[in-house]
């Protein structure tokens, strides 16, 4: 029986709180030292012959450029869009892009920076929203799907009437979906609460004086879901060990 549609139009928020403009050499965890906290690989080549498609709402003008500022602080490869590695799309997989909006775009540029950063043998296809709508977001959702082995989503709203409405559009065979759990503590927001998705919260890493890993702790305001009603975990995500 298919899911019921979903009553009205929906909007996404992205879960960035923080506001462009450094002007100093960046602090905080280098991509190098989360490389050995997790024990990824550390080669050049990780991720090789494989693609993560980012999906974000709004134009990122400087994406591209500003990906290469990251990669030559961080020494890693360079991707471009002239080296096959870096590509960018509207939801539809043309390239007249929506309007800029600098918050969004700042999400942007977190989330292909790091993807890079994580796996920088891997290609990375950015698929702009129109606009946060659902209606849209979920069109690009759809096209990353069709060209990525991973996709990733820093974005969500609040969990809503007839949301599993739009569950299928997380359920493409051989991709795997990311989502952020969101910064607002339990309840879980959506997508982050679909049984599709891998639901990704935030950490924080401690480092004793010589800058060994000492522990980890969860963000308290990450968003979580102990619903008894939610339908189980699809067998592929029970081997990561991540509770929504």
Same mark, same amino acid.
């Given at each position: 029986?298919?899911?019921?549609?979903?009553?009205?139009?929906?909007?996404?928020?992205?879960?960035?709180?923080?506001?462009?403009?450094?002007?100093?050499?960046?602090?905080?965890?280098?991509?190098?030292?989360?490389?050995?906290?997790?024990?990824?690989?550390?080669?050049? !080549?990780?991720?090789?012959?494989?693609?993560?498609?980012?999906?974000?709402?709004?134009?990122?003008?400087?994406?591209?450029?500003?990906?290469?500022?990251?990669? !030559?602080?961080?020494?890693?490869? !360079?991707?471009?869009t002239?080296?096959?590695?870096f590509?960018?799309?509207?939801?539809?997989?043309?390239?007249?892009y929506?309007?800029?909006?600098?918050?969004?775009?700042?999400?942007i540029?977190?989330?292909?920076?790091?993807?890079?950063?994580?796996?920088?043998?891997?290609?990375?296809?950015?698929?702009?929203?129109?606009?946060?709508?659902?209606?849209?977001?979920?069109?690009?959702?759809?096209?990353?799907?069709?060209?990525?082995?991973?996709v990733?989503?820093?974005?969500?709203?609040?969990?809503?009437?007839?949301?599993?409405?739009?569950?299928?559009?997380?359920?493409?065979?051989?991709?795997?979906?990311?989502?952020?759990?969101?910064?607002?503590?339990?309840?879980?927001?959506?997508?982050?609460?679909?049984?599709?998705?891998?639901?990704?919260?935030?950490?924080?890493?401690?480092?004793?004086?010589?800058?060994?890993?000492?522990?980890?702790?969860?963000?308290?305001?990450?968003?979580?879901?102990?619903?008894?009603?939610?339908?189980?975990?699809?067998?592929?995500?029970?081997?990561?060990? !991540?509770?929504?």
């Amino acid at each position: 029986m298919a899911n019921p549609p979903a009553p009205h139009e929906h909007y996404a928020n992205h879960p960035i709180r923080v506001r462009p403009g450094a002007t100093a050499a960046p602090a905080g965890v280098a991509p190098a030292t989360l490389q050995v906290a997790y024990n990824f690989p550390t080669g050049i !080549t990780a991720g090789y012959g494989t693609t993560i498609a980012i999906v974000d709402a709004y134009n990122d003008p400087s994406a591209e450029s500003d990906l290469g500022v990251f990669s !030559t602080q961080f020494k890693l490869p !360079t991707c471009t869009t002239a080296n096959g590695c870096f590509t960018k799309v509207n939801q539809n997989g043309g390239t007249k892009y929506p309007r800029p909006d600098s918050g969004w775009a700042l999400e942007i540029s977190l989330d292909i920076q790091w993807a890079h950063a994580i796996a920088p043998g891997a290609k990375i296809l950015l698929v702009e929203a129109a606009s946060n709508s659902f209606t849209n977001l979920m069109a690009a959702e759809d096209y990353a799907s069709t060209h990525a082995q991973y996709v990733s989503n820093s974005w969500g709203s609040s969990e809503f009437s007839g949301e599993s409405a739009y569950d299928t559009h997380f359920n493409r065979g051989g991709v795997s979906y990311f989502v952020s759990s969101g910064d607002n503590g339990a309840p879980a927001g959506y997508p982050s609460a679909s049984p599709n998705v891998i639901s990704v919260g935030g950490t924080t890493l401690h480092f004793d004086s010589s800058g060994a890993l000492t522990s980890e702790t969860g963000w308290s305001s990450s968003g979580a879901d102990a619903a008894p009603t939610k339908p189980p975990t699809p067998p592929r995500q029970t081997s990561a060990n !991540t509770p929504r």
